[in-house]
């Protein structure tokens, strides 16, 4: 079956570490999102990457870093510099880029203590 | 960048009902999203329109581009369809907004009663 994993769905971290989450998709799409989720708000655009080896920020890409060395997979590792980690992160998938219908993974629940 | 508005926040209905929720945005797109969120958190897209309106068994999209307007029936409400709905715009250039942007809505919670 094609589709968008996330793992894990859900993850606990001290404050002050690094933490990666991770996103592989087997649809063939060329665009990968990340995007962040909190209580009462619209979902919000944290990195998106059209291309392989290629990536642009979104409006809150501060405190975040991702890598996009494979075409199936687009991590994204929330580094100690972002100020409020703890939330819903979804990932997604298009086969072109933002105006496309998106695919998304089941997301990841991170909670940093 | 775009403001993006839906109504209600909160529509709780008893089964068998239609359902409309509503979403209305500031800047001229180039498409608009409407997705399912249930309540695990996976969100599933519905439909993508630019102009017109769209079905797909008892949901229907409209979207009337002059009024910067788009609505989401449900036809014949089940409680399944109990899933938080969310409004996405896409704006560019081309479409009068400036950079590509894609904005979210912050969601209609929608619960459907036996």
């Known amino acids: 079956d094609g589709g968008i994993t996330q793992s894990p769905k859900y993850l606990f971290r001290k404050e002050g570490q690094n933490v990666t989450l991770s996103c592989e998709q087997n649809?063939?799409?060329?665009?990968m999102y990340w995007y962040r989720q909190d209580p009462g708000q619209g979902l919000r655009l944290i990195y998106y990457?059209?291309?392989?080896?290629?990536?642009q920020k979104g409006d809150i890409a501060e405190g975040y870093s991702v890598s996009r060395e494979k075409k199936e997979s687009f991590p994204l590792t929330v580094t100690s510099a972002q100020k409020n980690p703890t939330a819903f992160y979804l990932c997604?998938?298009?086969?072109?880029?933002?105006?496309?219908?998106?695919?998304f993974g089941p997301g990841t629940r991170l909670t940093v203590t | 960048k775009n403001e993006v508005e839906q109504s209600p926040q909160n529509l709780t209905a008893q089964e068998g009902e239609f359902i409309t929720i509503n979403c209305s945005y500031s800047?001229?797109?180039?498409?608009l999203h409407w997705l399912q969120q249930h309540p695990g958190g996976g969100i599933v897209s519905l439909f993508m329109?630019?102009?017109g309106k769209k079905k797909h068994g008892r949901l229907i999209a409209t979207i009337n581009i002059q009024e910067k307007h788009s609505s989401l029936h449900i036809t014949a409400s089940h409680p399944r369809d109990s899933a938080v709905y969310i409004c996405?715009?896409?704006?560019?250039?081309?479409?009068?907004?400036?950079?590509?942007?894609?904005?979210f809505g912050k969601g209609t919670h929608l619960i459907i009663q036996p």
């Open positions: 329109l630019s102009s």
């Open positions: 990457s059209q291309i392989v080896n290629d990536f």
């Open positions: 996405a715009v896409f704006q560019n250039m081309y479409s009068g907004g400036g950079a590509d942007g894609l904005t």
């Open positions: 649809l063939n799409h060329d665009a």
């Open positions: 997604a998938s298009s086969t072109a880029g933002l105006y496309d219908e998106q695919y």
């Open positions: 800047v001229g797109i180039s498409a």
